[in-house]
């Protein structure tokens, strides 16, 4: 198994989205089992979530999580998981499949944190830079320039 550990990471992608989330209302939610995939597209908004155009595919299913969010803050705990998922928005483009063991963020406007046990596999490229792993195997280039393996992550951010 690897590890996923990003203890803190400040990115301009995180900046941006608090355009999208600094008005967001609380909300809480825990679940057991879950399983749910769709799609998505949004054309700007003043809605929170919705500022920003995006379009994307999603397909995730796991077993306990939990999480809260409210205005630019975030944190959420999940249990043996995997997803799926694609983007398209004005800030990049990826593609990005994940499976973990467990993890637990937290995110506060454009300052992240997490720690888990698990591995991805996908591209991205945007305003961060541009990233690619295999099994959790990887480097990422730009404003924050990384190096993973294995799960487990060091990273320098320029911003």
């Given amino acids: 198994m690897s590890e996923n550990r ?15 989330t600094f008005d967001r ?3 809480a939610n825990a679940e057991g089992t879950y399983a749910r995939s769709g799609t998505y597209a949004t054309s700007p908004e003043d809605e929170p ?11 995730e299913a796991g077993v306990g999580r939990a999480s809260a969010e409210y205005s630019i803050f975030e944190a959420e705990a999940k249990g043996p998981n995997a997803s799926a998922g694609a983007e398209v928005s004005v800030v990049g483009a990826g593609a990005m499949a994940r499976a973990e063991i ?3 963020s937290a995110k506060a406007g454009p ?15 945007g305003l961060d830079g541009l990233e690619a792993k295999i099994l959790g195997t990887g480097i990422s280039i730009g404003p924050k320039t990384s190096i993973s393996l ?6 320098c951010s320029v911003m």
């Avoid at 990003?6 to 999208?20: C, F, G, P, Q």
């Avoid at 979530?49 to 397909?59: D, E, L």
């Fill in 25 to 27: 209302p609380a909300d």
């Fill in 150 to 155: 294995l799960g487990s992550e060091v990273s």
């Fill in 111 to 125: 300052v992240s944190a997490k720690l888990g046990l698990g591995f991805d596999t996908g591209v991205s490229a």
């Fill in 6 to 20: 990003e203890l803190t990471n400040m990115s301009v992608r995180n900046t941006i989205d608090m355009i999208d």
């Fill in 49 to 59: 979530g919705k500022r920003i155009p995006k379009a994307g595919v999603y397909a």
């Fill in 102 to 104: 467990a993890s637990v």
